[in-house]
Structure formats: structure tokens, C-alpha cells
């Protein structure tokens, strides 16, 4: 017979949920001769660790007075930081702009702007001191209106201490203080130094180690004392082109860098075996926590964190199409144009309508998928139409009886046939023409070339 598990608290305001979550060992994915822990972030209200540090500086701000009743908060974010401060904002009452670079997710931005914040989105290709860096363009616009609040999380101390105050405090006790090593990333550095300092006041032997992106420059500089330039990544949310002031490197005894192949192919794998759904950061935690597990010659206790859900990068990670189109899914190399398709029709990758289909219902597809052109195969699955949104735009300004019509009535049955075996340049007079290559020979249907689809080759090439 189970245990009987304590009853839940009941709340009255969701900020009163922030904390306090859950610790869960991992124990379907090879950890070496360790224990590896990871602590539940993603179970606050907000979804992410950012909700601490969120109502901990909002807090300090109102009791110094630089936020006022009725006040705009402004900040520059990696996204989960503006979310914590949508939710504390909405509760109380202020207004919220946030800053954040164009590599985000939909997600992330849909969630945002549903919570009512105003979101500036900048360039993420350039580093500070550039007029268009995130940070920069943040207070910017905090300093240009006399009733805002620059949070700059990035300088803010109510961000460590936050995570000494809250998150060390719980990781001890769930520990029971027995830990060896705390894994941890860098976005603004509060947790680092937060978590770092706590835990190294308790059990001075405990080693903290850094989780970093290839391309951010505080691996060289923990491990080898260079300072280099800053590359890119896509993992959101840590890798620094800087060292935050109340970021404290010196209580970190070795970094690891892990690419983002290796972050989102890990993160897919804690989904699959674990059934934790979390994000791109988590990948790059839990890899470089796996990677220090497997290193060690005696059994260690280790923590790493689960930092925010995975649900904000549906799109992306966890989106096979996405990983196959960023190279982190290697598939099939032909050696020849089909190479361009990005939906393979033989594996069944892309969708297709049938010439008896209804307008309407074709409309649905290409709203549901989001593609702006369908190929239309008869029953031999041999290409017979084309039809793409000026044909199905042409159709309703023409006919307002077409919705329940076949879609043959109006598709394109100009069919540019590409063999597989032609070259890039024969696929530019279909493009000079605007449309869309059929690649094709007497057995198969390989799929379709778009111009899209060529420049996302190229690009790759580069």
C-alpha cells in the first residue's frame, strides 16, 4: 500500500506559487556512476526559474520607489525572463515592455504578447554596443520615458539573491545536504552566483560547473583564461557575449560547451525516456551534466535544473521538419537535385490534394500546414496540377460558388517536370517564371522545389 501524499496548499494569488518545486532523479538515461538530480523549475506558474528572480526584483524596486503605481517595467530578455515579468506585471497592475532578439520562438512572442506585453523585437546577429543589441535598445527605451523601470537583470542584485534566498536554500534541503555538483548555465548569471554562493558556504568541496553553448565566450574564459569573440548559437536563453556584472565566475570550477546539435538531440532524448518536456537551455545543462556524470571514477550526487518547458519550442526542436532544415537531423544525401526537397513525397513528408478535393477543403490544408502551394496527384500518384494561393485567390474573386467545386476546376495544370538528375541552374527558368518545380521521372514523384527551398540550400552551403 502507497503512502498517502500530503495534501496541496490552497493559494490566493498564482504569485504565492512561485518555488518550492519538486526535485526528480534520473534514472532511464545512463549517468555513469552518478546520481544525477534535476529540480523542477518548470513547475512555476510561469513555467520557468525566471518567475524568482521576477518577483524578487519587482519587489526591491517598489520598496526603493523606482517603480511607481501604475508604472511601465521594461526589459531586455531571452523571453522567459519577459514572461515571469508579464505574470508578475498582470498581477500588479503595471505596464510591461520587453525587449527580446529575433531568434526567439513564436512561442515565446504569442505567449508574451497573450499576457499583454508590449514586445520590441532586435537583431540577434549583433553584440553590445550595438545601437540594435537588446540590451541596449532596452534601456534605451526605459530612459526615454520618465515612468519606466529598466530591470536589467543582467545588474540587477535582487537576481542573486533571489536564487541564495530561495532556490539554494531548497536544493540543500531536498539533498538532505549531501551534493557534490550543481550544473547550471549563464543567462544573466543570478543563478550561478545565487545557487553558487549558498552552496558553496554550506560544502565548500561542492563544484560548480558551467553548461555553455559553443560560440559564447565564458568557456575559454573558465577554462583557459582567454578571452575570445563571441560566435552564435540557438539555444535560448544562456551563452553570454559578456560577463554580467553580478554574474561570479570564480566560483566555477569548469565549463563545459556543448553545441546546439548536441542540446536539442539531448533535450529530445530527456522527453523520450524521462518524460520531461523541456527547453533549449535544458539541453545544454543536462548534456553538459550527463558528459560531467560519465567523466567521474566515484559515485557523485549532482543537480542540474530543469529550467522552463519545453512547449515553447514545439516548433523548433521538437519539430522534426525544423531539425532537418537546421542540419541537426542528417537524412538520405542522393547527390543530386533531391537534395533540395524539403518535404520528401516518398517518405511521406509533404502534403497533397487530389483533383476531386473541394476548394474549401484545400483552403483548410494550406492554412493547417501552413504552405503557400500543394501539389495535386491523381490516383497513380503521378503530378497532375498545381494549385497555390493565386490560383485559390484568382477562384473566389472570380467564382463565389467555388468553395464546393473541385479544386481541377482551377488548378494549374502546367507541370514544370524536373528529372532528378538536372542541375541547380535548370530549376532558374521555372523560378524566372515563378513557379514551382516538379521533381519527377517515369517511376516516381520525389517532390517539390521551391525558390525558398534553393536559397535554404544555398544558405546551408555557406
Not at 222 to 232: D, L, M
Not at 262 to 270: I, N, S, V, W
Not at 396 to 418: F, G, K, N, Q
Amino acid at each position: 500500500m502507497s503512502t498517502p501524499r500530503a495534501t496541496a496548499p490552497v493559494f490566493h494569488n498564482i504569485l504565492e506559487m512561485i518555488g518550492n518545486t519538486p526535485m526528480l532523479e534520473i534514472t532511464r538515461i545512463d549517468t555513469g556512476p552518478c546520481r544525477l538530480f534535476v529540480k523542477m523549475e518548470s513547475m512555476n506558474p510561469g513555467n520557468s526559474i525566471k518567475d524568482r528572480i521576477a518577483v524578487t526584483m519587482v519587489d526591491a524596486a517598489e520598496k526603493s520607489g523606482k517603480l511607481k503605481k501604475g508604472g511601465r517595467i521594461v526589459e531586455a530578455t531571452a523571453g522567459n525572463t519577459g514572461l515571469a515579468l508579464a505574470l508578475v506585471a498582470g498581477q500588479k497592475g503595471y505596464r510591461l515592455t520587453v525587449v527580446v532578439p529575433d531568434k526567439m520562438s513564436d512561442e515565446k512572442i504569442s505567449h508574451l504578447r497573450a499576457m499583454g506585453a508590449e514586445v520590441v523585437l532586435t537583431r540577434s546577429d549583433v553584440a553590445k554596443g550595438h545601437p540594435e543589441y537588446y540590451q541596449d535598445v532596452a534601456e534605451r527605451i526605459a530612459r526615454d520615458d520618465p515612468d519606466a523601470f529598466y530591470v536589467n537583470q543582467f545588474a540587477n542584485e535582487a537576481n542573486p539573491k533571489a536564487h541564495y534566498d530561495t532556490t539554494g536554500p531548497e536544493i540543500w534541503e531536498q539533498m538532505d545536504g549531501k551534493i557534490d555538483a550543481f550544473v547550471v548555465g549563464v543567462g544573466s548569471g543570478g543563478t550561478v552566483s545565487g545557487v553558487g554562493h549558498f552552496l558553496k558556504e554550506r560544502n565548500p568541496a561542492c563544484e560548480i560547473i558551467l553548461a555553455d553553448p559553443v560560440g559564447s565566450i565564458l568557456t575559454p574564459l573558465i577554462n583557459e583564461g582567454k578571452q575570445v569573440p563571441p560566435g552564435s548559437w540557438l539555444v535560448e536563453g544562456i551563452g553570454e557575449d559578456f560577463v554580467p556584472s553580478i554574474c561570479d565566475l570564480k566560483l566555477v570550477k569548469k565549463a563545459y560547451a556543448i553545441p546546439d546539435g548536441e542540446a536539442f538531440h539531448t533535450a529530445r532524448e530527456l522527453l523520450r525516456k524521462e518524460g520531461v518536456l523541456a527547453g533549449s537551455s535544458v539541453g545544454t545543462l543536462f548534456a553538459a551534466a550527463l558528459r560531467y556524470c560519465r567523466e567521474q571514477t566515484e559515485p557523485k550526487r549532482v543537480v542540474t535544473l530543469i529550467c522552463d518547458n519545453g512547449a515553447k519550442y514545439l516548433s523548433k526542436m521538437f519539430n522534426d521538419f525544423w531539425m532537418v532544415d537546421n542540419g541537426f537531423i542528417e537524412r538520405k544525401k542522393y547527390g543530386d537535385i533531391r537534395d533540395l526537397i524539403a518535404r520528401r513525397h516518398l517518405e511521406k513528408e509533404d502534403y497533397c490534394l487530389t483533383p476531386d478535393l473541394p476548394v474549401v477543403q484545400a483552403i483548410k490544408r494550406m492554412r493547417m500546414f501552413s504552405i503557400s502551394q500543394m501539389a495535386v496527384v491523381d490516383e497513380k500518384d503521378h503530378v497532375v496540377g498545381i494549385l497555390d494561393e493565386s490560383d485559390v485567390l484568382l477562384a473566389l474573386v472570380r467564382d463565389r460558388d467555388c468553395a464546393t467545386r473541385p479544386i481541377r476546376d482551377y488548378m494549374s495544370s502546367r507541370v514544370e517536370t524536373v528529372r532528378p538528375t538536372a542541375s541547380v541552374n535548370d530549376l532558374m527558368p521555372i523560378f524566372r517564371a515563378d513557379r514551382v518545380a516538379v521533381i519527377a521521372d517515369e517511376k516516381h514523384f520525389y517532390g517539390l522545389i521551391t525558390k525558398i527551398d534553393l536559397i535554404n540550400f544555398l544558405r546551408k552551403q555557406l
